[in-house]
């Protein structure tokens, strides 16, 4: 079945710094990727959409010079928190979308941020 | 625009009785699809059921069973004989035409022993 892996699965970081997250779609080609966030006891706010080979497209709110996202190939997208501060810290979630039908999505198993 | 509502923000039932989670959305397109995912504590989604817009069948698999209703716009989800296992946030999520998935609030679901 179709699996999606996330990198690290968790990460500490002090404030300033930046952390890269990699999503991999691991058995299918993904032209699209979806970073999600999601702090404790709440639900999961999609936080861009990533097309391979072009910009993301991020959702109102979101800063796009604070996390970058990376499309770079079918099968990887990245984001990088820049900067990194205390409420940054949340867990985050990616999924990949594969190329042609039925489009299923698959989510990865998280990222969990602590910046400190 | 699209929204899912998940009016039942946590339930608690004794184990082996029935319960119903909620989920009505909203949304203008004609081909969508509806999802349901659960959470446990270790975080990671765990993918329960795809429903297209198209398709208003009723939906059982085991003790899971699915009720769509596009006249309320409700895809409620019904776990029967509940056991300890069941215990987690549960997600009725939205996507319009393949695009990307909007979720609920999720409704936390205690099973007690």
């Known amino acids: 079945g179709a699996v999606v892996s996330q990198h690290p699965s968790w990460v500490i970081c002090k404030s300033g710094t930046s952390v890269k997250i990699e999503c991999r779609s691991l058995?299918?080609?993904?032209?699209?990727m979806f970073w999600y966030r999601q702090f404790p006891k709440q639900s999961l706010m999609l936080m861009a959409t990533?097309?391979?080979?072009?910009?993301?497209?991020?959702e109102q709110g979101v800063e796009k010079d604070k996390f970058l996202i990376n499309h770079a190939s079918l099968t990887l997208s990245t984001l990088t928190v820049t900067s990194a501060h205390p409420e940054d810290s949340s867990f985050y979630i990616c999924?990949?979308?594969?190329?042609?039908?039925?489009?299923?999505?698959?989510f990865g198993p998280g990222t969990r941020l602590t910046v400190t | 625009a699209q929204k899912v509502t998940q009016a039942q923000t946590e339930i608690s039932v004794v184990e082996k009785e029935d319960v119903t989670l909620d989920c009505v959305y909203e949304?203008?397109?004609?081909?969508?699809?509806l999802f349901w995912y659960k959470q446990p504590p270790s975080g990671e989604l765990v993918f329960l059921i795809r429903?297209?817009?198209?398709?208003?069948q009723n939906e059982i698999s085991g003790r899971y069973s699915w009720n769509f209703q596009k006249s309320t716009s409700s895809f409620n989800f019904t776990i029967t004989a509940s056991q300890v296992v069941d215990s987690a946030v549960y997600f009725c999520?939205?996507?319009?035409?393949?695009?990307?998935?909007?979720f609920g609030k999720g409704t936390r679901l205690h099973i007690l022993p």
């Open positions: 999924s990949a979308r594969q190329a042609g039908e039925p489009y299923e999505q698959y």
């Open positions: 058995d299918f080609q993904a032209t699209t």
């Open positions: 990533s097309n391979e080979g072009s910009k993301a497209t991020y």
């Open positions: 949304t203008r397109d004609t081909t969508y699809y």
């Open positions: 429903r297209n817009s198209f398709d208003e």
């Open positions: 999520a939205l996507s319009e035409r393949d695009d990307k998935i909007i």
